[in-house]
């Protein structure tokens, strides 16, 4: 079985959006100067769908959601002539051979994430050739289901965020994750609609359930230090990317306060780059997404490293990529999951992009051990919403 063609393609989402909406989460954007809103206008309405095809006639399908546009560049100029010809079966070395040849100008960011969409290809190649999920080459079922937790409690109107939370509690889930609207830049009045929301959303929940508070890297320490003894009477399972992605100063010193668990690793690319995150302890849970990290082949290391260092492994926007890499390993005891929903931020997208997506039930996702591969195809009913760039 050899490799025969590659092909990646930019879906570009033309259909209905939800409007905007301003403060949603804070961000890195939030502490430089700007006489707009910045969150009011960020999305990611587009994805980069990538086909490789054998030539015994499987094909396999990976997915690239950052800088869409200049990753399908990417890997229609470097990284597929690397691949085409080979077996597939050989990953490690097309692996090696994609991040090595690239290393010069790539080795983190938009370059890791094509490489990523190359690699989880070639996985789902290689499950449909044996007729197996792909959770089942990495080591198989380690659980009989995965639990998961709500994650889109974005930061809206305080009543709307009761209501939200409470629909998805009638459901059955058990943990949920919440987004912070402010930042150091909105100074005391913001510090205050923070603790407004967490306090209006433990009112719904309970604390009977896991909580846990998203940031997005939108807050710089000295802010994050002060907010940290503040939220502790709230519990939370962790406070996710306080500061900017590489300040790992910063979360270690934020991590070793003990005061609330700090998570990460969303905005990082490498087996390396999370070998200086477990080594200086600057976090307490590893958020690492598989079509960012180089797909698969270096996910699976990445768990690896994780358990050694007794730190859990819970994927950054759940999807089948990271759900497989889940199902796999001790090391990852739950899921993050977006619900089916109108196409607001861009998380969205992966529905009305792919079928197979499982969907959550009572707080729980699952697995088919009879759907070979990733388990995923290409929907049809939105095309003509989307504009396909080959």
């Known amino acids: 079985m050899k490799i025969k063609s590659v092909r990646a393609r930019v879906y570009e989402w033309k259909g209905k959006t939800v409007p905007p909406q301003g403060n949603f989460c804070s961000n890195a954007m939030d502490l430089v100067y700007s006489k707009t809103e910045t969150m009011s206008t960020f999305r990611f309405h587009s994805w980069t769908v990538v086909e490789i095809e054998t030539d015994d006639g499987i094909v396999g399908l990976g997915n690239v959601a950052l800088a869409p546009k200049i990753a399908k560049a990417i890997i229609d100029e470097y990284l597929a002539p690397l691949v085409i010809g080979q077996d597939p079966w050989d990953y490690e070395y097309l692996w090696q051979r994609m991040y090595r040849s690239t290393h010069a100008w790539g080795r983190k960011g938009v370059a890791m ?5 190359v690699d989880l290809a070639i996985w789902d190649i290689l499950g449909k050739s044996v007729n197996k999920p792909v959770f089942k080459l990495l080591g198989g079922r380690t659980k009989e289901k995965i639990p998961c937790y709500y994650s889109k409690l974005y930061r809206t109107d305080l009543k709307e965020m009761q209501d939200e939370a409470q629909k998805f509690l009638d459901q059955g889930f058990k943990a949920f994750k919440m987004r912070f609207g402010y930042g150091p830049a909105h100074l005391q009045d913001g510090v205050k609609e923070n603790l407004k929301s967490v306090e209006a959303v433990r009112e719904v929940i309970g604390y009977d359930t896991d909580l846990m508070l998203e940031c997005y890297m939108g ?126 931020v861009g998380n969205e997208l992966f529905w009305y992009i792919f079928d197979g997506e499982p969907i959550a039930e009572n707080g729980f996702l699952q697995l088919r051990d009879d759907v070979p591969g990733l388990g995923l195809t290409l929907k049809a009913d939105y095309l003509d919403q989307f504009q396909i760039t080959e």
């Open 113 to 117: 994430a094509a490489i990523s969409a």
């Open 219 to 344: 807050w710089n320490l000295e802010y994050a230090k002060r907010m940290l003894p503040k939220l502790e009477k709230f519990e939370p399972r962790w406070l996710e990317e306080p500061v900017i992605a590489d300040d790992i100063g910063g979360y270690a010193e934020l991590n070793n306060m003990g005061i609330i668990p700090i998570s990460g690793g969303e905005h990082e690319f490498s087996l390396y780059g999370f070998q200086q995150l477990l080594e200086k302890k600057a976090v307490s849970v590893v958020q690492y997404d598989t079509n960012r990290v180089g797909g698969i082949t270096a996910a699976h290391k990445i768990n690896a490293l994780c358990e050694a260092y007794s730190v859990p492994v819970i994927p950054h926007a759940g999807q089948m990529h990271n759900y497989h890499l889940t199902m796999s390993t001790l090391a990852s005891p739950m899921a993050e999951y977006f619900p089916i929903f109108d196409v607001e």
